[in-house]
């Protein structure tokens, strides 16, 4: 990936687009035809400005007065993202979180099929998971190769997740969706998103002590 779309994708207006996504399909399943920058922001708790310049990243341009197309605003988002495509992936490590994400339907929403798990398990393999078929993880690679899948999700102990990224990246896959509590270290060939549920935890947890804080009697 060339390194102006690197630093594009670490933006925070583009990590807000699921979000305005999910509202607009709101809205159209409403009947809705058109969506002012004013009634995002008042929804998602930010200034008409912000929701300008984030969607403005899409390449679409609102009309004055009127706002967006609903149903050009859609395309132009999932264009934007790669979600006007279905995208074949595969889950690696079938524990209580690798078995949540495979029971999620919301992942058909935008795009994502999940093809096959794999787990060291042997008492897995051959089962199927939430309708997944879950492999041994040896035929990982062979699996990635035989079926062009691009995309892993990893939810393995960090003490294992290196390796497996390396194994996958040599077999094919190019980003890995990183639920391992670890950084990977990969070629510049290859991307990864970790998804750090403890930060959102901790973020919450302050927003918590500074509201008990403020209240009369603390």
Known sequence: MPQHLRR??????????????????????LGEEAV??????????????????????????????IGYDVGELVAAIETYLGWDQVRDAILVGVGHLGTALLGYHGLDD????????????????????????VYPWDTAPSFVSAHGIQLAILTVPAS?????????AAAGIRAF??????????????????EDLTAG??????????????????
């Open 177 to 194: 969706w990183n639920f391992s509590p670890v950084k990977l270290h990969l070629p510049p060939s290859v991307v990864a998103h970790q």
């Open 8 to 29: 594009v994708a670490k933006q925070p207006s583009v990590q807000r687009l699921p979000a305005y996504l999910r509202l607009i399909k709101e809205l159209r399943d």
């Open 201 to 218: 935890l901790g973020v919450l947890s302050l927003k918590l002590r500074l509201l008990l804080a403020s209240e009369p009697g603390e």
């Open 110 to 133: 935008y795009r994502l099929r999940v093809r096959a798990a794999f787990d060291t398990n042997p008492a897995l393999a051959g089962q199927s998971v939430h309708n997944c078929p």
């Open 160 to 168: 294992a997740a290196q390796a497996v990224a390396d194994t996958l």
């Open 36 to 65: 002012s920058t004013t009634y995002l922001a008042e929804l998602l708790d930010l200034q008409p400005i912000i929701v300008r310049k984030d969607l403005s990243v899409t390449g679409i341009v609102g009309r004055p007065r």
